[in-house]
Nanobody, 128 residues
Framework: QVQFVESGGGLVQPGGSLRLSCAVSPFALDDYAIAWFRQAPGKEREGVSCISASDGSTVYADSVKGRFTITRDKAKNMVYLQMNSLKPEDTAVYHC?????????????????????WGQGTQVTVSS
């Protein structure tokens, strides 16, 4: 069963930075839009950012716009999430997944029910 693998989480002080990594299947970056989601305890899952297979275009949630950057490395089959100026409210488990029905991200990517290959996630804790 295909499953992405997230890594790079940890404990960081407010204002700090982390880079999350998502190891994806070799075909995924060419065929699917890939997104990062997060879920904090007691809260609904939130779509954070998405990168398109078609042209590498990106979409961000308003809550992270200007602070987070999603990128991809096709040679390494990796998707990254660079997180700067972290806030306590960014604390969550972060997951990556592929929208198997879309190659291009939309502004409402988080509403798609076609995300697959969820990994175990990586914990990000922002606290002083």
């Amino acid at each position: 069963q295909v499953q992405f693998v997230e890594s790079g989480g940890g404990l960081v002080q407010p204002g700090g930075s982390l880079r999350l990594s998502c190891a994806v299947s070799p075909f995924a970056l060419d065929d699917y839009a890939i997104a990062w989601f997060r879920q904090a305890p007691g809260k609904e899952r939130e779509g954070v950012s998405c990168i398109s297979a078609s042209d590498g275009s990106t979409v961000y949630a308003d809550s992270v716009k200007g602070r987070f950057t999603i990128t991809r490395d096709k040679a390494k089959n990796m998707v990254y999430l660079q997180m700067n100026s972290l806030k306590p409210e960014d604390t969550a488990v972060y997951h990556c997944a592929a929208d198997i029905m879309r190659r291009r991200c939309t502004t409402v990517f988080h509403t798609s029910t076609e995300f697959r290959y969820w990994g175990q996630g990586t914990q990000v804790t922002v606290s002083s």
